[in-house]
């Protein structure tokens, strides 16, 4: 079974390394005469790009996206649609001392014991850098979900909740504040600190972690495959599969381990809309019970480590796993890796939502 493959039905594969000539992804069984134009892709592309603010990696890539089969005519075949995006803007020779050198923090030593070697330039496959191919595949999807009526009022956000030690206020959410601020967060009030705490960290050379909450809206009830592919397992296990995520929770999440059941089970009354969605008074479930959604909103919140790669003296050993002292990690990185997954995740969640809706038509579900 590949590891670069994520789906079931809706499937994608990302290809591709940090400092090679191009990434992408190739996505499988969408399907046929959905309108698909590069068009659709690129902004999805451009809030992840690296280079785009002071807040991100400096890195400058365009990101520009071509679709190379799949599409005809303007609407998807219902074959493979294949992505690629050019990188253009590699500094290899920043990487060439720590060829033998493990980073602390990062996969290198895990991947040179693993596969006997390792691409040192950028992390290659490890790299950040190949969550672009996931952000095309998100695109995508929500096109597929505004397709049909059953999924056409899914809203998928994201934000950045917490940055270092600054907190935002979940009761001050607001999806209009996102893309009108550098750190895409959803507390107005929020961003000068986030910005100053970010500011503080380059300045020592170091960088910083965060929280981001991912929210789907219109999901419709009904969306998991017990026991073994539940809708919240999908969700953990590909949201853990983005890089320097240590941490995902629903709902309540772990602060359910400190509640009573009367004071975390969701109160029910019967919905004036006939909807089961709206029966739900509270949503410390996050909108999913038993691993199928309940038609309320999905709620899930992802702790991301700060970015491995800092200017500060760090201990570590080389190939030969003898000690040597790294004198800062060259290159460019983020300042706090965490900013730019926010869209990254706000896509994974478009193709878990798209998957787990055409399983549900292979079911014969009756509002799908």
Not at 1 to 13: E, I
Not at 126 to 134: L, Q
Not at 312 to 323: A, F, G, P, W
Not at 331 to 354: E, F, K, N, S, W
Request: charged letters at 25%; one cysteine or more; hydrophobic letters at 40%.
């Amino acid at each position: 079974m590949s590891s670069n493959t994520a789906g079931r039905l809706f499937t994608f594969t990302t290809w591709g390394e940090s400092h090679g000539p191009a990434i992408g992804c190739v996505i499988d069984g969408c399907p046929s005469r959905i309108p698909l134009a590069e068009s659709d892709i690129q902004p999805w592309l451009d809030r992840r790009r690296p280079g785009r603010n002071a807040q991100v990696s400096p890195r400058r890539e365009e990101d520009r996206v071509s679709i190379l089969s799949g599409v005809f005519e303007g609407v998807t075949t219902g074959h493979p649609i294949s992505l690629i995006i050019e990188n253009t803007n590699q500094r290899s020779t920043d990487y060439q001392k720590l060829a033998s050198i493990f980073r602390p923090g990062h996969a290198d030593a895990t991947y040179r014991h693993k596969y006997g070697v390792r691409d040192p330039r950028g992390g290659g496959r490890s790299s950040a850098r190949e969550t672009a191919g996931r952000v095309a595949a998100g695109a995508v999807a929500m096109r597929l979900l505004g397709h049909f009526e059953a999924t056409r009022s899914v809203e998928i956000t994201a934000g950045l909740v917490a940055l270092g030690g600054v907190q935002a206020d979940a009761s001050r959410w607001d999806d209009r504040t996102i893309d009108q601020n550098p750190v895409f967060c959803p507390d107005a009030g929020a961003v000068d600190a986030m910005l100053a705490a970010v500011e503080e960290a380059k300045a020592a050379g170091d960088s910083l972690g965060g929280v981001v909450e991912v929210r789907a809206r219109g999901v419709p009830a009904g969306l998991g495959e017990p026991v073994y592919d539940r809708l919240d397992g999908r969700i953990a296990g590909m949201f853990m599969g983005l890089n320097a995520v240590k941490g995902v929770e629903i709902g309540a999440g772990f602060a359910a381990a400190g509640l009573r059941g009367s004071e975390n089970n969701d109160p029910m009354r019967r919905p004036e809309s006939g909807k089961l969605g709206d029966a739900f008074q509270t949503n410390r479930a996050g909108g999913i019970l038993a691993g199928i959604s309940n038609g309320d909103e999905v709620v899930v919140r992802c702790a991301i480590k700060p970015t491995p790669s800092i200017g500060v003296r760090q201990k570590s050993i080389d190939v030969n796993l003898d000690d040597i002292d790294l004198d800062g990690v060259g290159g460019r990185h983020d300042p706090a890796v965490c900013i730019r997954a926010v869209p990254v995740l706000q896509a994974m969640m478009a193709t878990i939502v798209a998957d787990f809706f055409l399983l549900a038509r292979t079911r014969n579900q009756p509002e799908f």
